[in-house]
Every structure is written in C-alpha cells, then in structure tokens.
C-alpha cells in the first residue's frame, strides 16, 4: 500500500484506492494520479496494490480487508478522521470494493471480531459487477 497523505492538522478523510487490470496488472492512471487528485480536494489517498494473478480470490479481498482495517487502526497516526474512510475502485477494483462493502462474513482477528472492517462509503468506477450475465469483454 502506497500512503499518499495531506499536511497533519484537523483529521482528514481518506480513500484507499484499488486499481483496476482485471485482476491481470494494475492500471497506472489509475492509481498516483487519482490519489494525486484526492490531495488536491483535501482527502489522503492510499493506494493498494493488491494481490493479482497467479494470484486469484479470495487473495485480493484479503488484501483489501486488511489494509482497511490497518488504515482505520493506525488513522492517529496517518492523521486522518477514522469515521470517515472510504475506498475507490475502477473496473477489477470497483469489483473489489463492492465485494469489500458487501461483504457479510465477521472479520476475526485472534477469535474476536474485528469491528473496523467495512468502508464508511465507497465510489465504485466502471465496475465489474458479473463475471457472467453482464461481462464485458
């Protein structure tokens, strides 16, 4: 995960950002540019390069978890509002983050729920929502 992180002072918000590639490569302007732009509205930006192939589910959704939850947990110090974190993701990683926000089973850490886990919103570009009905090729 790559922190992209405005000034301390009042706590910001912030988006973690998960490129797209179809789950293949991650898509580069997808990812510093767009974190770049959320700096300039007043948002820090972190961008995750999660697992992708030979890697395949649920390795990316892991990483996604677990790097929302570090976000959370450490958002004192990034200096960040955690009430306030959400994540963004184009095509593979809008599919990403609409598995991330549906997602229904308890996280558990050492055998006690993780209560940190789940997005406060998130912006879901150009998704994949089907690898089915509605795929595209």
Not at 56 to 73: C, G, H, K, S
Not at 101 to 109: F, G, H, Q, S
């Amino acid at each position: 995960m790559e922190a992209h992180l405005l000034p301390r002072g009042e706590k910001n918000p912030a988006i973690i950002i998960f490129p797209g590639g179809g789950y293949g490569h991650h898509a580069v302007h997808e990812a510093v540019p767009v974190a770049k732009w959320l700096n300039s509205i007043g948002i820090s930006a972190f961008i995750l390069y999660y697992r992708i192939a030979p890697h395949y589910y649920p390795a990316p959704l892991e990483d996604a978890r677990n790097a929302f939850i570090q976000v959370r947990q450490q958002s004192k110090k990034y200096g960040i509002d955690p009430a306030r974190i959400g994540v963004l993701g184009f095509s593979a990683g809008g599919h990403l983050a609409g598995l991330l926000i549906t997602e229904t089973k308890a996280v558990k850490e050492g055998g006690t729920e993780v209560p940190c886990s789940k997005p406060d919103f998130a912006i879901l570009c150009y998704p994949v929502i089907s690898f089915s009905e509605y795929q595209h090729e």
